[in-house]
């Protein structure tokens, strides 16, 4: 079963080489109790560890169950030890904060073969140990004898040919130690290998074969009792496992799984957050910077989207393909145009602009002022817009009730009126408006129809207006004989520039403008707003984007430093797990998960809290704000990539830790 020829292990201690191990033969058949005794430093644990795979000699062969163990991977000892082997320290090595039940099945959740944790085993062998009543209880709420027992049920969890023990009763009192002694001797007598390292005689007593090493070679080798002297003792009850002389390749206890196994996963999480949790405070502020970053872009994100929205709805609400000629530029380049040097236009502009442009679907003249609106006792200070009936149509103002005013209204200059919703509101509350008469600045007008909501933003309601018809605005009411602006709908958007120029060289003209007053009216391009716009908040996005990059980044750093942090401290725990069967990569999936929970907990706070004050801004400013789902799945999306970029070198300089080495680790 276990055959060993010339190991030797040597330690570097700075300048010195200790030789641990010089020269170690010896061969150890199925079904054997034996005790490895000598003084203190003589190697006995050196040779333990290596005969438990958990270290490598310098030289010589080992060969178990038939594999060369030089020959195997690291997967494949991890697979062979987690399956063939139980350990008991000296020092129980119990997962700390985890119940005993919990410790005891621990094996199985890196068992090669995929076996699902067995809790019902794990309770069945603690009751028969004599824990019954002690299943959930922590190691620290357990005697030194309990917790060796548990640790027991752990190295039998996996039905192990071979129990290792290192001075397992050497942290005991004498009744715990004759209890431990006593299940070691029961489990021989039902076949298992045994072999055990004591420094003392009486425990030594209990075993069939003593074995003394003195300065790394072995003393004597000697067999207890009246047994035949051969060194092949004949076991009570031979484990049938070990009748099998020859093992391949392919056998499944070496056979090192392929990838991560999904029974890992709950463990893993629940093991992260039980670490988490341990350290509150720390794993608080650890999550400081993801939190505060997610937030930022959350609530950024959800902002400008609110902003965006709202200034593309007032755009889209001016139609499309629109140009809109204004009076009134008074400043070019800075510098103010002398008096007069305004152009003013009149209804004969849009006659003279109509015959010239042959590309303008409709045009319209407009007029703006401010009134006071009556109605009743209530009065409300509003917009005036003087229009034409193709105003509804331009600027997306069809009527939700009522009708808009006819072009025969405008001739007459009839004394009639469109209202906002903002006017619906506060002059006639919950009565109908349409048929009633309101004054406008002391004069009568009848409503007839309703604007359809265009909605208010801090700066603009602009729903607060009442539109009655152009000439009855100019004449009557305003007292203006000029158009405010004039909107031209082309019928294209391809035959908006030259429709443009065209527009200019005949105001030019018509108004013989010389070269210098070219600057006293303009022309906006509805268009070029839209594009103007898409190209502001593209560059305000880049801007969001940098910040939230920045603040991930330190948020990312700030996991890296406490995920090295816990490494350092949970060596002892890395250490159990490897010595259990952990491979590499188990342990490189837990450290990861921890850090994942750690990014996308706090990713998820950021959430929340970003949410929270996009909601508050909109409150208090009176912004709209849309915290859409894809700035949510973008959010979480990077936490979980920051948690994996940030958390990958500590999980990894966890994953190579030397299992002994982490073992000893204080
Ligand atoms: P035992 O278990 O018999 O008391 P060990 O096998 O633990 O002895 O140690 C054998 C010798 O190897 C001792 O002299 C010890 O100091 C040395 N040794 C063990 N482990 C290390 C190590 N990791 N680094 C350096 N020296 C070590
Ligand atoms: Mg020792």
Redesign the pocket.
């Known amino acids: 079963m276990i055959s060993l020829q010339n190991i030797t292990k040597t330690?570097?201690?700075g300048e010195v080489a200790?030789h641990?191990l010089r020269g170690v033969s010896l061969t150890i058949e199925p079904g054997e109790f034996v005790a490895i005794m000598?003084?203190?430093?003589?190697?006995?644990?050196?040779?333990l560890h290596i005969l438990g795979l958990l270290d490598v000699p310098d030289e010589g062969s080992y060969r178990l169950l038939g594999h060369e163990v030089a020959h195997l991977s690291d997967n494949n000892l991890a697979a062979l030890r987690n399956s063939t082997i139980g350990f008991v320290f000296q020092h129980f090595n119990l997962l700390a904060r985890t119940s005993a039940a919990e410790n005891a099945v621990l094996p199985m959740i890196y068992s090669p073969d995929g076996k699902r944790k067995n809790m019902d085993k794990a309770r069945k062998l603690l009751t028969e140990i004599g824990l019954g009543d002690r299943l959930e209880h922590h190691p620290n709420e357990l005697s030194g004898g309990q917790q060796q027992r548990v640790a027991i049920a752990r190295a039998l969890i996996h039905d192990p040919r071979i129990i290792m023990a290192?001075e397992p009763t050497g942290n005991l009192d004498s009744a715990s130690a004759d209890e431990i002694i006593e299940i070691l001797n029961d489990l021989n007598r039902r076949g298992i290998t045994v072999v055990m390292?004591t420094h003392e005689s009486d425990v030594a007593a209990h075993a069939r074969r003593t074995i003394r090493?003195r300065d790394?070679v072995i003393q004597s080798d000697t067999l207890n009792g009246a047994l035949s002297a051969t060194g092949a003792v004949k076991p009570g009850a031979p484990a049938p496992a070990g009748a099998r002389p020859t093992v391949t390749q392919s056998d499944p206890v070496i056979a090192a799984r392929s990838g991560y196994l999904l029974s890992e996963i709950p463990h893993d999480f629940k093991q992260a957050w039980r670490a988490l949790m341990a350290n509150k405070v720390r794993t608080a502020l650890s999550m400081l910077g993801i939190m505060i970053g997610v937030t930022a872009v959350i609530a950024m994100l959800a902002i400008g989207t609110g902003a965006r929205q709202s200034i593309e709805a007032q755009l889209a609400s001016m139609g499309s393909n629109l140009l809109i000629l204004r009076s009134g530029a008074r400043h070019t380049g800075g510098v103010a145009l002398e008096a007069g040097a305004v152009t003013r236009f009149t209804p004969q502009d849009i006659i003279d602009i109509r015959a010239a442009v042959p590309s303008i679907k409709r045009i319209g003249g407009i007029v703006n002022g401010r009134g006071q609106a009556v109605y009743g006792n209530k009065n409300w200070n509003t917009r005036i817009g003087g229009v034409e009936p193709v105003y509804a149509q331009m600027r997306a103002s069809e009527p939700t009730a009522g009708r808009f005013f006819t072009d025969d209204e405008v001739n007459k200059r009839a004394r009639v009126a469109v209202l906002g919703q903002t006017l619906v509101r506060e002059l006639f509350g919950d009565a109908n408006p349409l048929g009633e008469y309101i004054k406008i600045n002391k004069v009568n007008f009848l409503v007839i129809g309703i604007l359809p909501e265009k909605g208010a933003t801090s700066w603009n309601d602009q729903d607060n207006m009442i539109l009655i018809p152009l000439t009855t605005a100019m004449y009557r009411l305003l007292g203006k004989d000029y158009l405010d602006t004039v909107d031209i709908e082309i019928v294209l958007a391809e035959a908006i520039p030259s429709a443009q120029e065209d527009i200019k060289a005949l105001i030019t003209r018509t108004h013989r403008l010389p070269p210098s007053q070219t600057g006293s009216f303009e022309i906006r391009n509805m268009a070029e707003m839209q594009a103007m716009l898409t190209e502001t908040s593209r560059t305000m996005a880049f801007l969001l984007a940098s910040i939230a990059a920045v603040s991930l980044l330190v948020g990312g750093i700030g996991i890296m430093n406490i995920m090295l942090v816990s490494v350092t401290e949970r060596t002892r725990e890395i250490g159990i797990r490897k010595a259990v069967g952990a491979r590499r990569r188990d342990i490189l999936a837990q450290f990861l998960t921890e850090a994942l929970v750690v990014s996308i907990t706090g990713g998820a706070i950021g959430i929340l809290l970003g949410w929270l004050i996009s909601m508050l801004v909109s409150a208090l400013a009176g912004w709209p704000v849309a915290v859409t789902a894809s700035s949510i799945i973008l959010a979480v999306g990077f936490s979980a990539v920051i948690g994996i970029i940030f958390g990958l070198w500590p999980a990894q300089k966890a994953s190579r830790l030397n299992p002994i080495?982490a073992l000893?680790y204080e």
């Open positions: 330690y570097a201690m200790v641990a000598g003084p203190s430093g003589s190697g006995k644990s050196t040779l290192d390292v090493m790394g080495e000893r």
